[in-house]
């Protein structure tokens, strides 16, 4: 499967993405680029991206990222640091992959604001199935 049908797969099968309003902008092997344009829906009770939101657009680059070499691959941990709030505009998530070996992959994913300003860090891990995506859709 080759990263264009790869992207085209998540942007069609990955509907809670799709709900929050999650965009794939950039797809490689080992790493993605994610985008959400921050909504009224977002927000906390306090006016600022709910934690959540910023979570699902970090989950999403880092699951574009680790199944973009074609096999099944699924969270094992996801560990998060909100570092400075976001109130508007764009967020974007970078994934890369840090260390891939056997079925444990590792990743760094950053989210940014507009203004370049590290929103949040995460450190995720993932298990490779033995299963190719295509054996899954």
Same mark, same amino acid.
């Given at each position: 499967?080759? @990263?264009?049908? @790869? =992207?085209?797969?998540?942007?069609? /099968?990955?509907?809670?993405?799709?709900?929050? %309003? @999650?965009?794939?902008?950039?797809?490689? *092997?080992? &790493?993605?680029?994610? +985008?959400?344009?921050?909504?009224?829906? !977002?927000?906390? *009770?306090?006016? +600022?991206?709910?934690?959540?939101?910023? #979570?699902?657009?970090?989950?999403? $680059?880092?699951?574009?990222?680790?199944? &973009? !070499?074609? +096999?099944?691959?699924? $969270?094992? &941990?996801?560990?998060?640091?909100?570092? /400075? *709030? $976001?109130?508007?505009?764009?967020? +974007?998530? /970078? $994934?890369?992959?840090? &260390?891939? %070996?056997?079925?444990?992959?590792?990743?760094?994913?950053?989210?940014?604001?507009?203004?370049?300003?590290?929103?949040?860090?995460? =450190?995720?891990? %993932? #298990?490779?199935? /033995?299963?190719?995506?295509?054996?899954?859709?």
């Amino acid at each position: 499967m080759d @990263i264009d049908a @790869i =992207q085209t797969l998540f942007a069609e /099968k990955n509907t809670f993405s799709n709900v929050v %309003g @999650i965009e794939i902008t950039e797809l490689a *092997p080992g &790493s993605a680029t994610c +985008t959400m344009v921050i909504r009224d829906d !977002h927000r906390s *009770p306090f006016g +600022t991206v709910n934690a959540g939101a910023i #979570y699902t657009l970090a989950e999403t $680059a880092f699951g574009a990222a680790a199944n &973009s !070499h074609g +096999t099944a691959t699924v $969270a094992v &941990s996801l560990s998060i640091s909100y570092l /400075k *709030p $976001a109130t508007s505009g764009t967020l +974007t998530a /970078k $994934a890369e992959e840090i &260390s891939a %070996g056997g079925r444990m992959a590792s990743y760094s994913v950053k989210v940014f604001d507009d203004a370049g300003e590290l929103i949040a860090d995460v =450190q995720a891990m %993932g #298990y490779r199935t /033995k299963k190719s995506l295509e054996e899954l859709v």
